[in-house]
């Protein structure tokens, strides 16, 4: 298996009595995209900056492409990472062409590629306009194109597409998915819980500082105790049920002529072929990224317990 390419081991972050981050461990494989969520102040950007070298840790260890971000010497590592954060301050007398090639002087980067990286963030219309006269959308997508510069090998990504409509959301995942192809690591810290099912390998939940749980949807879905709900329509409700095989009993009845069952998910394909005639309407319903999250933060799982 290959090394992490961002690596934190027992890392904790004190500002005076105030701890942000308590003995956190994580790592992020090459050709990996990892979510990061939490509630404000749950310790997430903090992470990041140390991952990015502006804070060092107070305890524990912090390794981005095998060096220790903050030191000296990792200077070529800094130049290897991509970073986006939630707020882009960008020049406003400057025009887009013109921020992306002062960001690519500073990463040593050749500036004869940029209209191609604008196209490819849906700028090349407007990069001979002033910044500030960009919408909110658009300062982030090129603030998404200076992180992209020089094909870095991991991306660090702190509420990415805020400000972004559904259909530029859906273009920057699929940019960030031809990352991950290409191996790159990428860390994308997040918000819209939603947006982030099927696009991530893993989910991070982070909790006052304190990481609660680590692993795919369906490894959180079994941690979390949350499981599916099956839901049909059948006229007589649960009389129909009532002189059933075992299979028909233990639904409940929500509402008038509706049903529903909950069921493991190994379960679900016996559940859906002995349904009883005439059941309409029939779906299943899994929990979403934010019925996990909400379990968690209510429980407030201890720091073993993860997946």
Known sequence: MSEPTVLLEGVAKAFGRQMAVSEVDLAVEPGTCVGLVGHNGAGKSTMIKMMLGLLRPTAGRVRVLGEDPASRSAA???????????????????????????????????????????????????????????????????????????????????????????????????IIADLRDEGASVLLSSHALAE????????????????????????????????????LRLDGGLRAMANGPPLWQGWSQPARGMLEAECDE?????????????????????PSLDDIYAEFLRHRAAPGETA
């Open 76 to 174: 070529n590592v800094r130049l290897a990472l991509g970073y986006l954060p939630e707020n882009v301050a960008l020049h406003p007398s400057m025009t887009g062409l013109e921020t992306l090639a002062f960001y690519a002087r500073l990463k040593r980067q050749p500036v004869a590629r940029n209209p191609e990286l604008l196209e490819r963030v849906g700028l090349a219309h407007a990069a001979g306009r002033r910044v500030g006269t960009y919408s909110k959308g658009m300062r982030q997508r090129l603030g998404l194109a200076q992180a992209l510069l020089g094909s870095p090998r991991a991306m660090l990504l702190d509420e990415p597409t805020s400000g972004l409509d559904p259909e530029l959301r859906q273009s920057f995942y699929d």
């Open 196 to 231: 982030l099912e099927g696009r991530v390998d893993r989910v991070v939940v982070m909790n006052q500082g304190r990481k609660v749980a680590d692993g795919t949807i369906h490894e959180l879905r079994r941690l979390a105790g949350i499981r599916p709900r099956v839901r």
């Open 266 to 286: 190994d379960e679900i394909a016996s559940l859906l072929q002995c349904l009883p005639p005439g059941s309409q309407d029939v779906e299943v319903i899994r």
